[in-house]
């Protein structure tokens, strides 16, 4: 299995023939989707969906309702491959992949709360969780859990108890594009000194391969 972190909360999952790409959005390198089999999308967020990156790849895409509402009306012919999934759905993309929870993270009360949807993917033995822009776990143990690290609807100790309170294996950093170099060196620090050694954590530069 080969795990590759792209552009903030971009991760590309490689497996038995599968190419599972997460979450390309505006910050996304085009490479990322290269071969990809299936995409998936948590939410609506363009740090999360970038219409042009989906129109220049053929693979099926897997979302929700208000993402493939605004597919269908901003690229129309991603539309027509295009899958909602809904909260509990079990699936197939080359990779089992189940999709859990339905709300993004309250950013402020006078915003909206828009749906989000994780997913949790099993690819061979060792399961592996996105939650997209929300601190909601998968129910049950998980071997890699990618963890947001910077957002304006989260603290830095949300964030550490929320990849404490999941305990996978391994914790990768995305979602890293919020802070400055020095900010992300101090939430790394942080993360460090307050997730069990055991636990994994570690930040991956774009293109690098956990």
């Known amino acids: 299995m080969r795990i590759t ?3 903030h ?3 590309r999952i490689e497996h038995d023939g599968a190419v599972v790409v997460l979450d390309p959005g505006v910050f996304t390198q085009p490479e990322a989707l290269d071969g990809a089999t299936a995409v998936l999308i948590t939410h609506e967020h363009p740090d999360h969906y970038h219409p042009p990156l ?3 790849n053929d693979a099926p895409i897997y979302t929700i309702g208000s993402v493939a509402a605004q597919i269908q009306k901003g690229a129309p012919a991603v539309h027509e491959r295009t899958t909602v999934v809904k909260p509990g759905d079990t699936f197939d993309v080359g990779l089992p992949v189940t999709a859990i929870n339905e709300k993004h993270a309250v950013i402020h009360p006078e915003l909206p709360h828009i749906d989000n949807s994780g997913y949790l993917i099993q690819a061979g033995d060792t399961k592996i969780f996105h939650p997209g822009d929300a601190l909601d776990g998968p129910g049950q143990p998980v071997d890699v859990l ?11 100790a949300d964030l550490i108890d929320f990849a404490r309170e999941v305990g996978a294996s391994k914790t990768l950093a995305i979602h890293d594009r919020v802070y400055s170099e020095a900010g992300s060196k101090t939430f790394d620090t942080q993360a460090g000194a ?5 636990r994994g954590y570690v930040r991956l530069a774009d293109g690098a391969d956990l």
Request: glycine residues 4%; charged residues 15%; hydrophobic residues 50%.
């Open 9 to 11: 909360a971009c991760v």
């Open 54 to 56: 989906l129109e220049n």
């Open 146 to 156: 990618f963890l947001p690290v910077s957002a304006p609807w989260a603290r830095s």
């Open 194 to 198: 307050l997730i069990p050694a055991e």
């Open 5 to 7: 972190k792209f552009g």
